[in-house]
């Protein structure tokens, strides 16, 4: 079904590189290539709004690549050769300070997270998303779980129980995005907090005025 991501069958099997989800920087880098190879006469005005369309609304990096393969600035823009397939099991034990998962690593099929006390951070906008599902079974005692999601990445907390704290979940660009990956959360909450939002703006986004991310719903 177009828009849904199908189940990959065994744990240890890996998305060819092609296939890998791209993100809204990657999409962007094509979009700066085409633009200069218009520029340099390489592209007419008519190919550039063809790409330009394609480009901003490819999933892979494989549909990304086919729009720049015939251009010689295409090296700025390679996929990765190689990734890692996910584990069936990450635990992460915080019981002072911080944990963080960022940048592209590989969202695996469990997680076990403690929080005794501190942060942990699980940021999804540039994880690599091989499988549609993630179960996390959280244990925060004091401190705090974020999870930073993008349009596509849906968080179920319905089965956390609270004690004393809060859970939060904000999901600002609507029902109609097509989910590529779906967490579902379970476990406690003692004394703390479990919340899953976008990514916040930084400083020179604010000082810009420019929109929060993912802040418009899609239509």
Known sequence: M???VSPL?????VAPPGDLRASHEDRDRVVELLRVAAGDGRLTAEELD?????????????????LIRDLPAAPGFAPP???SGPKDLVRIDC???????????????????QVTSGSVTLDFTEAVIVQPA?????????GGLTLVTKPGVVVDADEVAIRSGSVKIRAPWGSQVPVILRI???GKVGSGSITARPPRRTF????????????IAAR
């Open 9 to 13: 069958g065994r744990g240890d099997e």
């Open 50 to 66: 063809e790409r330009l369309e394609a480009a901003l609304t490819a999933r892979t990096y494989g549909e990304l690549a086919v």
């Open 134 to 142: 993630l179960h996390i079974d959280a244990e925060v005692r004091s």
């Open 2 to 4: 177009t828009g849904e």
């Open 204 to 215: 020179w986004q604010w000082l810009r005025r420019r929109p929060r991310p993912y802040a």
């Open 184 to 186: 579902q959360v379970s």
């Open 95 to 113: 019981r002072s300070g911080s944990a963080k998962r960022d940048g592209r690593w590989v969202v695996p099929q469990r997680m076990e997270v």
């Open 81 to 83: 050769t190689q990734v």
